[in-house]
């Protein structure tokens, strides 16, 4: 990636002359089945301008996931910056909303001296906060129906779309057909330095490439970085498979810690979440216990971890994983044992409280 970078034939970008990124652009578009296709810095800004060149009007509403990326990560853009309006949806633990709910939030046109305008639909795919769970296709098209039958948009934040269209085996043009517009993030398991897609039509990308102005996101030879992403594209989709394969493995070995709960049969991609069962592990201890043996993690909640894999974890990388893990449950047992001992059984204490 580094040498196509150096590499790569560059022009101003915000010009609209970078020759790299039109075609990496161009091929997205090509790629997703839609018209056209805009790099962006991050997945960030690629929702945040998807969702505003929809929601164009001030006091528009859209619909989301109560456990989604964009209602929950974002900083809350879309209304700090763009004055949309969300309106949350339950997340069912497979990711997807109920259809009836979704339908049911759907604004009367009628009630618009009081109400905010519904505008858009947004789905997450794969959805990080369910566990990288996938949502089908024959989900995504009843959701772009709803949204077509009743004058909506649908944006797909399909960050990890890659990985879904994998997982279910559906290719990824058609996994967002019914989709308006799509981000696709470029950095995550694809392995890309930086950067995110937005495709959609042509009329809605002229839009996105004036807000992404806008918002600073405007960079002049932007070849360099299409450049790592083209590669990424090209290279790695065929890899997710594996990172799937390695994720499922990793779950299994974890479950069979006593002190975790594991649902491994709700492993779809490369995302694993698990529970800790025993009081005296907090995540944050072990988190800090296992980064010291240079496996990194992320406290997903209180009592919860999340495990992501990308390409360049091996097999041999997972069990090595497990066994730092093993080994770091063994060491906070045997620290809160020991500090009960020292306070003489008038305290019980555990790391991490």
Known sequence: MRAAMAAAEVDDDVLGADPTARRFEAEMAA????????FVPSGTMANLVSVLVHCDVRGSEVILGDNSHIHIYENGGISTIGGVHPRTVANNPDGTMDV????????????????PTTRLIC???????????CLSVEYTDKVGEIAKSHGLKLHIDGARIFNASVALGVPVDRLVKAADSVSVCISKGLGAPVGSVIVGSKAFIHKAKILRKALGGGMRQIGVLCAAAHLAVRDNVGKLADDHRRAKALAEGLKKIKQFKVDSASVETNMVFFDIMDPRISPDKLCQILEQRNVLTMKASSKSIRFVLHYQISDS?????????????????????????????????????
């Not at 997450?124 to 990288?132: I, K, M, P, R």
Request: aromatic residues 4%; negative net charge; charged residues 25%.
């Open 31 to 38: 790629l997703m089945g839609k018209e056209a296709a805009l």
């Open 100 to 115: 009836d709910r979704i339908v049911a939030a759907i604004r009367n046109p009628g009630g618009e001296l009081l109400y």
């Open 123 to 133: 789905l997450e795919n794969t959805h990080a906060n369910c566990g990288g769970k």
């Open 317 to 353: 990388d997972v069990q090595h994983a497990l066994t730092c893990v093993e080994k770091a449950v063994e060491e906070l047992l045997k620290g809160s044992t020991k500090f009960e001992h020292l306070t003489n059984g008038t305290t019980k204490s555990s790391y991490g409280h």
